[in-house]
């Protein structure tokens, strides 16, 4: 006998949508990706979600290369509740950042910062790409939420404005206390390959919300050493 499938099959296509889904619904997506690429047609299953309700199953009830129609069903899972872990990180080279962006979003950062400093030789930074990177995580690997991707600010305004409630570990290359996160609101600060001058060490180290911390002995890469420091904060608040 064949057994009861499991419902709905893990195997759905998953989609971000970018408009509030509710049952009911019908909801247009480019045909592209469910129609030329998966060759899915009426009556065919996906799995929505929208950043704001969860995660929702649809029917397509038309589908075109140009466009697919999609009926809203039952929700499957309300919104998860992400850590409330902020990633600030100077921006590196393509590639590079598409990875660390990527990866943040698996690992459930909740806002993503890119910050200028001193010694960022990256000028031009492509959100829109950094985004899709992040919605492509998130589809993959089965999360409710985006991070929340900010614009390019400068070092100094982001530490003038800095929230009096929200610790800031920056990674400091230079030395400082072995990474021991404590529980509470957290941002971690990562340098670009150039590292931070002392001018900014200096600045950072005045923040009373900051503190300094070492990831190891060895130096990192900017990128590895942003998923190093994010893993060691999710494992010491028990979300890992
Ligand atoms: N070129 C610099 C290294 C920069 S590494 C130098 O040779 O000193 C890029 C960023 O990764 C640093 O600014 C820091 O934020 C982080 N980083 C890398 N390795 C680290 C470590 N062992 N401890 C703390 N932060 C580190």
Known sequence: MVATPAWPPQSLPRLFVDEELAKGRNIVVDGNYLAAVLRLGPGDRVKLFDDRTGEWLAEIVEAGRK???????????????????????????????????????????????????????????????????????????????????????????????????????????????????????????????????????????ALPQARPVSLGPRILRADTAALAAVSLWMAAAGDW
Request: aromatic share 6%; net charge negative.
């Open 67 to 205: 466009r697919v129609v999609l009926a809203v069903g039952e929700r499957l899972r309300e919104r998860e509740q992400g850590p409330d872990l902020w990633l600030l990180f100077a921006p590196i080279k393509r590639g590079r950042i598409d990875w660390l962006v990527e990866k943040a979003t698996e690992l459930g950062v909740a806002r993503l910062l890119p910050v200028t400093t001193r010694r960022t030789v990256v000028d031009r930074l492509n959100l829109e790409r950094l985004r899709a990177h992040a919605v492509e995580a998130a589809e993959q690997c089965e999360r409710t939420t985006l991070p929340e991707l900010g614009e390019p600010r400068k070092l100094e305004a982001v530490l003038r404005e800095w929230p009096a409630e929200r610790l800031l570990y920056f990674a400091d290359e230079g030395g400082g206390e072995p990474f021991r996160p404590v529980p509470g609101p957290a941002a971690i600060l990562i340098g670009p390959e150039g590292g931070f001058t002392e001018e900014e060490r200096g600045a950072l180290r």
